[in-house]
């Protein structure tokens, strides 16, 4: 665990600054140029190669208990160290979901034990995620709840996510929304120009919006910290925003794939481009990028999903939904949007790892001296290309198969020891 990673640069004031990064004892011991080798200490040579805060990903879904065949603990938690991440938050739509002080701990157990990175655990909102009656909130706060959410399910009755945040807000815990109307839910793809092309149903964007408008009231009348799930349209951007503009506790997120694509892009009805919220317009797509600079978004989680092959290679009317993301967050959104400055780099990485971090006070997402060295190093100067069938996750689920790409994690440090070490 003591390492001396030499010849790096770092992202500082959006500029490259060479130097070097000693590891002691699990913690950042010293930063700085020409730092010298002591005895007997590996040297991890970067060659130049970025050295960064471990990423920070709050929305992941590693489907242990229940779901194996798509994912377990294990193959997610190295699916994310593959990309860098050293803290994820893993969703609870599991089975059986840790939805009692009981099921949480043994959960919990379970992340620690196989967990390859730092894995904290999301407990749900209500009983079965899709039922009106409330979980223990305090008694799952008290086993360590990272926050509460129905992750997948809308909560679709007024009077249940504010008793919700009531206690949420009591016990200091955020409110973590999938937002969606199952009155207006009703399709496989967005309702917008290329489901009519696919001959496919829509779903419309207000399924979002609308809850979104409903809670951000109900966030002001509690006070708690409401944070949105996967934003996916304009008209949710302007929700979210004008509650910012009028004080209310609302903090959201956006995926890469929602930044990276819209509803134009999808090729055929094939199930790798059925996701939850679905790929949207171009003007939603320019609104997410928007808001993402203007800082009504304020961070970007990979809601990644992994499923068979089987429940994917089909048609969306079937297909499940969702797409894997953690082993390409990074070198997708670092070449479409860094090399292209459309976003800097000291931005990218502030959306990926010190921002979900300050949104639920964890001490993580940055180099610090004397903080636990959770790092990763990054290829800024190569290319690559993403091979699904080279992915630690067990799903394969990804329309970005074949796509050329700059960032290819080189090394992944959790608590100054190597998960990671490329390919």
């Known amino acids: 665990m003591d390492t001396l990673i030499k010849n ?10 060479s130097g070097d990064l000693r590891i002691e004892a699990g913690v950042i011991q010293d930063l700085g140029r020409a730092i010298t080798p002591k005895p007997g200490q590996k040297v991890f040579d970067a060659r130049g190669a970025l050295i960064a805060p471990g990423l920070v990903d709050i929305h992941v879904h590693l489907r242990e208990p229940g779901f194996t065949a798509k994912e377990t ?48 655990q999301y407990a749900p909102i209500t009983l079965g995620l899709r039922s009106e009656e409330l979980t223990e909130m ?13 992750d997948g399910v809308g909560v679709q009755t007024a009077g249940v996510m504010y008793q919700a945040m009531k206690r949420a807000a009591a016990l200091g815990k955020a409110i973590v929304a999938h937002t969606e109307d199952d009155s207006l839910l009703f399709g496989v793809m967005h309702e ?56 209310i506790r609302v903090t959201a997120e956006v995926t890469p794939h929602h930044l990276l694509l819209n509803e134009e892009d999808i090729p055929r009805d094939h199930g790798f481009w059925k996701m939850n919220p679905p790929l949207r317009g171009k003007a939603d797509q320019e609104a997410l990028i928007a808001g993402l600079l203007d800082g009504t978004i304020d961070c970007i989680a990979t809601d990644h999903a992994p499923h068979t092959a089987a429940e994917k290679e089909q048609s969306m009317r079937k297909a499940a939904f969702g797409i894997v993301g953690s082993e390409t967050a990074f070198s997708l959104l670092y070449t479409k949007f860094v090399k292209t400055k459309i976003f800097t780099l000291g931005q990218l990485l502030h959306w990926l790892s010190s921002a979900p971090s300050d949104l639920f006070g964890l001490d993580r ?8 060295a959770d790092l990763a190093v990054f290829d800024l100067a190569q290319e690559d290309t993403i091979d699904p069938a080279k992915f630690l996750s067990k799903g394969r689920n990804t329309p970005f198969g ?6 290819r994690t080189l090394a992944t440090f959790v608590g100054g020891r190597q998960v990671y070490g490329g390919e």
Do not use: W
């Not at 074949?402 to 960032?407: C, E, H, L």
């Open 402 to 407: 074949g796509k050329a790409v700059y960032g």
């Open 365 to 372: 997402g940055r180099l610090v001296l004397g903080k636990p």
């Open 73 to 120: 603990i294990k193959s997610g938690s190295l699916a994310a160290a593959r990309g860098g991440f050293t803290t994820i938050c893993a969703m609870p739509n599991l089975s059986p979901a840790p939805e009692t002080p009981a099921l949480f701990k043994e959960q919990t157990m379970r992340n620690q034990k196989d967990g390859i990175v730092h894995v904290l």
């Open 192 to 247: 917008g120009q290329k489901n009519k092309v696919l001959g496919l149903p829509g779903i419309l964007s207000v399924a979002e919006s609308s809850q979104i408008a409903r809670d951000v009231l109900l966030a002001e009348a509690t006070g708690v910290h409401y944070h949105v799930c996967h934003v996916s349209a304009k008209e949710s951007v302007a929700v979210i925003r004008a509650a910012k503009q009028a004080g």
């Open 138 to 150: 305090p008694a799952l706060a008290q086993a360590g709840a990272f926050a509460f959410t129905n």
């Open 8 to 17: 790096g640069v770092f992202a500082l004031r959006d500029e490259l600054v």
